[in-house]
């Protein structure tokens, strides 16, 4: 039974990382393709690096059963320096090699194009989200009854600016892969260039209360022309 | 060594008034196991709430205002008043036992600690009597959310008022850990023969020393600013939410420590016995533990990458160092079972479950700790799985592992071995089947803490399947429980080592050891000087 669920879980396991990479989607944004990229390399190593430390504990465990119930010692050997220098130097390398896939994918996303295609104030609140785009003169209030939709045109680079006005809140579109706290008395700045048109569900992601589970909303990722248009029929005249 | 002076005057021997009084290190390392053990039977109850409510989408078997209160009384009741302090009452009962010692160095303050430590519990537990319940910012209690203007209740008060008691009452527990195996050890028991568990301990302690004062500064900072208008986290007054997290996590990444180096000292303690060799590697694991212990100190701004205020490259080179010593742990486990001859009792099993669970922890602990992974996962059902393949199939799994193993030494009776595998075969697979599946849900968007969820999210049955693996870890615990029960009604007197092969003094002594411990010490000349005693022809072969 135990071997038997272990092995489901290793499976589980190899099915996450190969899996995985296919359900992590990489081309809703220009950022999610670089953060797919980081997700393959780790759900790789970790699929390798528990097969083998898995592995080493499965077999010891049933490779070196007490045959005689009267055994008090076994092999009497307890250290060995090369082997240990072995597995403390090896291990280095491996994260020195992830912490630099790390290093290059979150210089990546986290840079912001200035000036960008179009600015979107967002604004957290106990329990919906604002969204002021200054330049067409837009704002769109929800509620956790009706959720807001963010319309942001494709293949353009949009910034958010995001905020909070009481607790903090956290701004998080799966499909992107990434996700921002919206700190109250904090602006954070970053950025989305949107690929694929369509519709993609968004949430809070930071507890902030009675009703978190319903601070949903709604990202709509339409063609510039599109965008122009939607701004033109919604936009208040300056 | 210095002359041991007479420990503080009995009132009574036997009897409640002896256990409300006493100043005995193994009374007081019972009460708290045992005080700790029903915490996490409340919080388990708790647990089964969750689970119920988030079995399918849209129930309403709990409302959001109970469900809040729930998830944050089963974190805080997990964290503060189980895991932890399990280890805290493992270590009572140890420590002067496996140093030759009759007693802690400082017995009172030993008490006082564990009263303390009961007073907190209660006092968080409280709130559920007070208008508007009990605290629900969540185990963490970020500012503002637990600011008096958006939590009012008497019950964020007193949550903040339990856990300062119970944070003070770790750091005098701690201040024992330090001090009694530096200077209450037996002749002949150097420091460099101390078991592991021992020297977990001590770098445990030295954790909460640096770690459990700050989180008093955090909680005395956020009652100022409740109560007394000092507004240090309130950006409308200059202050800053963020620096409340600083702090905070300051204390909380280290507590994740502590509430898991003394359970790598319960394995390698348990593993060791039953593979029949002695630890493989043991500076290495000495090293290791004060490795973790030290890199843990550096890494606390990994819980606030998504925050945009922390320098991530930093933080997330020094998480990713962590698995380096936590990996050497993991080898020395594996080559202390290498060509070993090993047997399969309950203790073993719950060390392996350890071992398999805990290495999900670890791996998934590297991917969180990388800031382009965390931008996803992060406050997902994702970071839910991986810190409960930690806490729970780690630590939990090791606790268990430590009440089968200890358990005939602390009441001299052996558990059930049938259905102690029972019970362990209900955890793993049970185990398993809750948390792997919230991995998947992480990733496919689904946020933690929410009460409820909509049908066309698609998470149904992955959240089905969770709840189902919840019930068998139910299951499993009421084996526990009725195990205990059988197992104490058949007293049979056990040898001093009831494993046939123990290497620490504390299998050395009667089950249950005397008042003081030990009516004669054996010769300590090697790391494993119970194994000496019981088998001298091998005695050659201990390390020195």
Same mark, same amino acid.
């Given at each position: 039974? &135990?071997?038997?669920?272990?092995?489901?879980?290793?499976?589980?396991?190899?099915? !996450?990382?190969?899996?995985?990479?296919?359900?992590?989607?990489?081309?809703?944004?220009?950022?999610?393709?670089?953060? $797919?990229?980081?997700?393959?390399?780790?759900?790789?190593?970790?699929?390798?690096?528990?097969?083998?430390?898995?592995?080493?504990?499965?077999?010891?465990?049933?490779?070196?059963?007490?045959?005689?119930?009267?055994?008090?010692?076994?092999?009497?050997?307890?250290?060995?320096?090369? !082997?240990? @220098?072995? #597995?403390?130097?090896?291990?280095?390398?491996?994260?020195?090699?992830?912490?630099?896939?790390?290093?290059?994918?979150?210089?990546?996303?986290?840079?912001?194009?200035?000036?960008?295609?179009?600015?979107?104030?967002?604004?957290?609140?106990? #329990?919906?989200?604002?969204?002021?785009?200054?330049?067409?003169?837009?704002?769109?209030?929800?509620?956790?009854? *009706?959720?807001?939709?963010?319309? @942001?045109?494709? %293949?353009?680079?949009?910034?958010?600016?995001?905020?909070?006005?009481?607790?903090?809140?956290?701004?998080?579109?799966?499909?992107?892969?990434?996700?921002? /706290?919206?700190?109250?008395?904090?602006?954070?700045?970053? /950025?989305?260039?949107?690929?694929?048109?369509?519709?993609?569900?968004?949430?809070?992601?930071?507890?902030?209360?009675?009703?978190?589970?319903?601070?949903?909303?709604?990202?709509?990722?339409?063609?510039?022309?599109?965008?122009? *248009?939607?701004?033109?029929?919604?936009?208040?005249?300056? | 060594?210095?002359?041991?002076?007479?420990?503080?005057?009995? !009132?009574?021997?036997?009897?409640?008034?002896?256990?409300?009084?006493?100043?005995?290190?193994?009374?007081?390392?019972?009460?708290?196991?045992?005080?700790?053990?029903?915490?996490?039977?409340?919080?388990?109850?708790?647990?089964?709430?969750? &689970?119920?409510?988030?079995?399918?989408?849209?129930?309403?078997?709990?409302?959001? $205002?109970?469900?809040?209160?729930?998830?944050?009384?089963?974190?805080?009741?997990?964290?503060?008043?189980?895991?932890?302090?399990?280890?805290?009452? =493992?270590?009572?009962? +140890?420590?002067?036992?496996?140093?030759?010692?009759?007693?802690?160095?400082?017995?009172?303050?030993?008490?006082?600690?564990?009263?303390?430590?009961?007073?907190?519990?209660?006092?968080?537990?409280?709130?559920?009597?007070?208008?508007?319940?009990?605290?629900?910012?969540?185990?963490?209690?970020?500012?503002? +959310?637990?600011?008096?203007?958006?939590?009012?209740?008497?019950?964020?008060?007193?949550?903040?008022?339990?856990?300062?008691?119970?944070?003070?009452?770790?750091?005098?527990?701690?201040?024992?850990?330090?001090?009694?195996?530096?200077?209450?050890?037996?002749?002949?028991?150097?420091?460099?023969?101390?078991?592991?568990?021992?020297?977990?301990?001590?770098?445990?302690?030295?954790?909460?020393?640096?770690?459990?004062?700050?989180?008093?500064?955090?909680?005395?900072?956020?009652?100022?600013?409740?109560?007394?208008?000092?507004?240090?986290?309130?950006?409308?007054?200059?202050?800053?939410?963020?620096?409340?997290?600083?702090?905070?996590?300051?204390?909380?990444?280290?507590?994740?420590?502590?509430?898991?180096?003394?359970?790598?000292?319960?394995?390698?303690?348990?593993?060791?016995?039953?593979? &029949?060799?002695?630890?493989?590697?043991?500076?290495?694991?000495?090293?290791?533990?004060?490795?973790?212990?030290?890199?843990?100190?550096?890494?606390?701004?990994?819980?606030?990458?998504?925050?945009?205020?922390?320098?991530?490259?930093?933080?997330?080179?020094?998480?990713?160092?962590?698995?380096?010593?936590?990996?050497?742990?993991?080898? %020395?486990?594996?080559?202390?079972?290498?060509?070993?001859?090993?047997?399969?009792?309950?203790?073993?099993?719950?060390?392996?479950?350890?071992?398999?669970?805990?290495?999900?922890?670890?791996?998934?602990?590297?991917?969180?700790?990388?800031?382009? =992974?965390?931008?996803?996962?992060?406050?997902?059902?994702?970071?839910?799985? $991986?810190?409960?393949?930690?806490?729970?199939?780690?630590?939990?799994?090791?606790?268990?592992?430590?009440?089968?193993?200890?358990?005939?030494?602390?009441?001299?009776?052996?558990?059930?071995?049938?259905?102690? *595998?029972?019970?362990?075969?209900?955890?793993?697979?049970?185990?398993?089947?809750?948390?792997?599946?919230?991995?998947?849900?992480?990733?496919?968007?689904?946020? *933690?803490?929410?009460?409820?969820?909509?049908?066309?999210?698609?998470?149904?049955? +992955?959240?089905?399947?969770?709840?189902?693996?919840?019930?068998?870890?139910?299951?499993?615990?009421?084996?526990?429980?009725?195990?205990?029960?059988?197992?104490?009604?058949?007293?049979?007197? !056990?040898? /001093?080592?009831?494993?046939?092969?123990?290497?620490? @003094?504390?299998?050395?002594?009667?089950?249950?050891?005397?008042?003081?411990?030990?009516?004669?010490?054996?010769?300590? &000349?090697?790391?494993?000087?119970?194994?000496?005693?019981?088998?001298?022809?091998?005695?050659?072969?201990?390390?020195?």
């Amino acid at each position: 039974m &135990r071997f038997a669920a272990h092995t489901t879980t290793l499976a589980a396991t190899l099915t !996450l990382a190969l899996g995985g990479c296919s359900a992590i989607p990489s081309d809703t944004t220009q950022q999610a393709g670089q953060l $797919h990229g980081v997700w393959v390399v780790f759900l790789s190593a970790a699929a390798v690096v528990y097969a083998l430390v898995a592995g080493l504990i499965m077999w010891s465990v049933l490779a070196y059963r007490r045959r005689d119930p009267a055994t008090v010692q076994a092999a009497k050997f307890h250290q060995n320096v090369p !082997l240990e @220098l072995a #597995w403390t130097v090896i291990p280095v390398l491996v994260v020195a090699g992830l912490f630099a896939v790390t290093y290059a994918g979150e210089r990546h996303v986290d840079s912001v194009v200035t000036p960008p295609g179009e600015t979107v104030q967002v604004v957290g609140f106990r #329990w919906s989200w604002r969204f002021l785009y200054p330049r067409e003169h837009i704002a769109i209030d929800g509620t956790s009854d *009706r959720p807001p939709e963010l319309v @942001l045109p494709a %293949n353009r680079t949009t910034e958010i600016r995001l905020s909070s006005s009481d607790v903090i809140h956290a701004f998080w579109v799966p499909a992107f892969l990434f996700k921002r /706290d919206a700190i109250p008395g904090i602006v954070n700045v970053f /950025d989305y260039t949107p690929l694929k048109e369509g519709v993609y569900p968004g949430r809070c992601a930071e507890y902030c209360g009675t009703f978190h589970a319903h601070m949903s909303f709604t990202v709509r990722v339409v063609s510039p022309e599109a965008f122009a *248009r939607w701004a033109r029929e919604r936009g208040a005249p300056a | 060594m210095s002359a041991i002076t007479a420990p503080p005057r009995e !009132l009574a021997k036997e009897g409640l008034v002896a256990w409300l009084v006493t100043t005995d290190h193994k009374k007081i390392g019972i009460l708290y196991m045992l005080t700790s053990l029903a915490f996490f039977l409340i919080a388990g109850f708790l647990a089964d709430v969750i &689970r119920l409510q988030l079995a399918a989408p849209q129930q309403t078997i709990v409302g959001p $205002h109970e469900f809040n209160q729930v998830f944050t009384l089963h974190g805080t009741a997990m964290i503060f008043l189980f895991v932890a302090p399990f280890g805290f009452g =493992l270590a009572n009962y +140890l420590i002067p036992l496996q140093i030759g010692a009759p007693e802690m160095a400082f017995p009172r303050l030993n008490a006082y600690s564990f009263w303390l430590f009961l007073i907190g519990g209660l006092t968080v537990f409280s709130g559920i009597v007070t208008q508007g319940g009990a605290a629900d910012a969540g185990w963490t209690a970020f500012a503002p +959310l637990s600011d008096v203007r958006v939590s009012s209740g008497a019950g964020q008060d007193l949550w903040i008022l339990g856990l300062t008691l119970t944070s003070i009452s770790g750091i005098m527990t701690a201040i024992n850990f330090l001090v009694t195996p530096i200077v209450f050890r037996a002749p002949g028991m150097g420091m460099w023969r101390l078991p592991i568990f021992t020297w977990e301990m001590i770098a445990t302690a030295l954790l909460i020393l640096m770690a459990f004062p700050p989180l008093a500064t955090a909680f005395a900072m956020l009652l100022l600013d409740r109560h007394a208008g000092a507004r240090f986290f309130d950006p409308g007054g200059g202050g800053d939410p963020v620096l409340y997290q600083h702090v905070f996590w300051f204390f909380g990444h280290p507590e994740v420590y502590v509430m898991i180096l003394p359970f790598f000292g319960v394995i390698t303690e348990v593993v060791s016995v039953f593979s &029949r060799k002695p630890v493989f590697g043991y500076t290495g694991l000495v090293l290791s533990a004060f490795g973790i212990a030290g890199l843990s100190m550096g890494v606390w701004a990994h819980h606030m990458f998504t925050t945009g205020a922390v320098a991530n490259p930093f933080f997330s080179a020094l998480s990713f160092l962590i698995a380096v010593p936590t990996g050497i742990k993991f080898f %020395n486990w594996i080559a202390t079972m290498w060509r070993g001859a090993i047997s399969y009792e309950t203790p073993m099993l719950f060390a392996i479950g350890f071992m398999l669970n805990f290495l999900i922890g670890g791996i998934t602990g590297v991917m969180v700790a990388s800031p382009p =992974l965390d931008y996803h996962v992060e406050d997902s059902y994702f970071l839910v799985a $991986h810190f409960h393949y930690t806490l729970g199939g780690g630590s939990m799994f090791a606790i268990f592992a430590a009440l089968y193993f200890w358990f005939p030494k602390i009441w001299g009776v052996k558990l059930g071995e049938g259905l102690g *595998r029972l019970h362990f075969a209900l955890m793993f697979v049970g185990f398993n089947l809750a948390f792997f599946p919230m991995f998947f849900l992480g990733i496919m968007g689904m946020p *933690r803490r929410v009460y409820t969820y909509p049908a066309q999210a698609g998470w149904g049955q +992955l959240n089905l399947a969770s709840s189902v693996g919840v019930a068998l870890i139910t299951i499993g615990t009421a084996v526990l429980v009725w195990n205990v029960i059988v197992s104490m009604r058949k007293k049979v007197p !056990l040898p /001093d080592d009831p494993w046939g092969a123990a290497n620490s @003094l504390e299998w050395a002594t009667s089950s249950p050891p005397p008042e003081f411990n030990f009516r004669a010490l054996p010769p300590i &000349r090697s790391k494993r000087p119970a194994f000496d005693l019981h088998h001298p022809e091998f005695a050659k072969d201990s390390p020195k």
